[in-house]
């Protein structure tokens, strides 16, 4: 009697989540509906291609930026890791939304989400998106494993029809029904989960955004651009490009590169046009997203890192001193960084 009372809570507290079940079911498997039914979101030719917008990620991850960066320095790799990450949303939130396995589907939310918050957690540019969406997605996972699925689920039908597969201890620690915890533990679980959960929340909360004590900031909002590694030999200057910061849904646009003495004097300039005409082979890209000239200006995507060189006769017999390299944005921003020439 009492374990058909407990049963019967636990279908409760199922059928109350039923709302939570299809809804976060749909968010991941509507990832997989969007790049692989709606449009072809694999396919590395394309503008859409979802390794690109991985390595939007790279520049501000926690504790995953060396995975990001090795997926997004790799081609092949970085496409089957899209194409498993696609089609486990798939599988995940289909069967959330059946409710079948449901409590190894919201390990399969829970991990996923861990994902989104760890490598994206930065990114929104009118709210914190990407943040919400994942500690909202980690919360979800682990109300769901909890509480398993209800009356309106295939989990339900098979325990109902006692197929011999609901009958295996297992099946209650992957589908749905009494979990085989005793209550006093549960409920230490129940408590500690979600205290490291809500800690999770404002640990992240403030790493990326400062949402818990200090300045608010939004790394979304504007560019930035890390020119680094300045050199100069014979007639060719050198410099590395990393966009680390700024809105992900569109690039830096270069439209100046000067470089200029001690005295403040221009030694070199492109302007606007060079930098829509520059040579492609003096772009020495290392991600899947890529410095390139556009129509108007030098385009420098989310997370895209490039070695640029420009060769130019005017460096060829510069005196010995310190010179500095300034790049100028579309926006009015502006980076440099330093070199000296010893002669």
Same mark, same amino acid.
């Given at each position: 009697?009492?374990?058909?009372?407990?049963?019967?809570?636990?279908?409760?507290?199922?059928?109350?989540?039923?709302?939570?079940?299809?809804?976060?079911?749909?968010?991941?498997?509507?990832?997989?509906?969007?790049?692989?039914?709606?449009?072809?979101?694999?396919?590395?030719?394309?503008?859409?291609?979802? =390794?690109?917008?991985?390595?939007?990620?790279?520049?501000?991850?926690?504790?995953?930026?060396?995975?990001?960066?090795?997926?997004?320095s790799n081609p092949d790799a970085l496409w089957w890791a899209m194409a498993a990450f696609t089609i486990i949303e798939g599988i995940v939130g289909l069967l959330l939304m059946l409710g079948l396995f449901t409590r190894l589907m919201s390990i399969g939310v829970f991990s996923l989400a861990m994902g989104i918050l760890l490598g994206s957690g930065w990114l929104g540019t009118t709210c914190l998106d990407e943040w919400q969406i994942g500690v909202l997605g980690v919360a979800s996972g682990f109300t769901l494993f909890l509480s398993g699925s209800g009356k309106?689920?295939?989990?339900?039908?098979?325990?109902?029809?006692?197929?011999?597969?609901?009958?295996?201890?297992?099946?209650?620690?992957?589908?749905?029904?009494?979990?085989?915890?005793? @209550?006093?533990?549960?409920? #230490?679980?129940?408590? =500690?989960?979600? @205290?490291?959960?809500?800690?999770?929340?404002? +640990?992240?909360?403030?790493?990326?955004? =400062?949402?818990?004590?200090?300045?608010?900031?939004?790394?979304?909002?504007?560019?930035?651009?890390?020119?680094?590694?300045?050199?100069?030999?014979?007639?060719?200057?050198?410099?590395?490009?990393?966009?680390?910061?700024?809105?992900?849904?569109?690039?830096?646009?270069?439209?100046?590169?000067?470089?200029?003495? *001690?005295?403040? $004097?221009?030694?070199?300039?492109? $302007?606007? $046009?060079? @930098?829509?005409?520059?040579?492609?082979?003096?772009?020495?890209?290392?991600?899947? *997203? #890529?410095?390139?000239?556009?129509?108007?200006?030098?385009? +420098?995507? @989310?997370?895209?890192?490039?070695?640029?060189?420009?060769?130019?006769?005017?460096? *060829?017999?510069?005196?010995?001193?310190?010179?500095?390299?300034?790049?100028?944005?579309?926006?009015?921003?502006?980076?440099?960084?330093?070199?000296?020439?010893?002669?």
């Open positions: 009697m009492q374990n058909k009372e407990l049963l019967q809570s636990y279908h409760m507290a199922g059928l109350f989540t039923l709302t939570i079940r299809l809804v976060v079911g749909w968010t991941y498997f509507s990832a997989f509906w969007r790049r692989l039914i709606l449009e072809n979101k694999l396919d590395p030719e394309t503008a859409g291609y979802i =390794g690109e917008k991985f390595n939007h990620f790279l520049p501000n991850a926690l504790g995953i930026k060396p995975m990001i960066e090795y997926l997004v309106y689920s295939l989990d339900y039908f098979l325990q109902t029809r006692n197929y011999k597969i609901t009958q295996y201890k297992i099946y209650n620690w992957l589908g749905s029904g009494i979990l085989p915890i005793q @209550l006093n533990s549960l409920h #230490k679980i129940v408590f =500690g989960g979600a @205290l490291a959960i809500l800690a999770l929340t404002l +640990i992240t909360n403030q790493y990326f955004h =400062g949402g818990v004590y200090g300045t608010l900031h939004n790394m979304s909002v504007k560019p930035k651009v890390e020119v680094t590694n300045s050199t100069i030999k014979q007639d060719i200057l050198s410099f590395q490009l990393f966009r680390v910061e700024g809105a992900d849904v569109y690039g830096s646009f270069l439209i100046g590169i000067t470089l200029i003495d *001690a005295n403040e $004097n221009a030694v070199l300039e492109l $302007n606007q $046009n060079a @930098l829509a005409n520059f040579p492609k082979e003096n772009i020495k890209n290392n991600y899947v *997203a #890529k410095i390139k000239s556009g129509v108007h200006s030098m385009i +420098i995507p @989310l997370g895209a890192k490039a070695t640029l060189q420009i060769k130019d006769q005017k460096l *060829a017999n510069l005196s010995s001193g310190i010179y500095k390299i300034i790049l100028t944005d579309i926006s009015g921003a502006t980076w440099n960084d330093t070199l000296e020439i010893k002669n």
